[in-house]
Nanobody, 122 residues
Framework: QVQLVESGGGLVQAGGSLRLSCVASGRTFSSYAMGWFRQAPGKEREFVAAIGWSGDTYYADSVKGRFTISRDNAKNTVFLQMNSLKPEDTAVYYC????????????????WGQGTQVTVFT
């Protein structure tokens, strides 16, 4: 059983920054790609970013240039640095472990965290 625990969410003014963290239990963290997704009220969950086991990264067009995903395998942690935040970034952010398939598809991920709320106000 793998547990993923997100932290770092909060309330931030538009243009500000937040850094999300996701700590994973287990010994095989470094072998898996990890992803971040988000879900806003009344909307479907959407892909945000992912990082492969070797460090290759993928981003949704909506966050490219503003968000940066990274990982620290020694600490079983994946990060999402979010800069230049916009009100439309408001959502619950989830990290997940990818096991197969398309990077952007939620069905490619088997374990999910409980989520952390990010609220961006003007």
């Amino acid at each position: 059983q793998v547990q993923l625990v997100e932290s770092g969410g909060g309330l931030v003014q538009a243009g500000g920054s937040l850094r999300l963290s996701c700590v994973a239990s287990g010994r095989t963290f470094s072998s898996y790609a990890m992803g971040w997704f988000r879900q806003a009220p009344g909307k479907e969950r959407e892909f945000v970013a992912a990082i492969g086991w070797s460090g290759d990264t993928y981003y949704a067009d909506s966050v490219k240039g503003r968000f940066t995903i990274s990982r620290d395998n020694a600490k079983n942690t994946v990060f999402l640095q979010m800069n230049s935040l916009k009100p439309e970034d408001t959502a619950v952010y989830y990290c997940a472990r990818r096991v197969r398939g398309a990077v952007v598809a939620g069905s490619s991920y088997d374990y999910w965290g409980q989520g952390t709320q990010v609220t961006v106000f003007t």
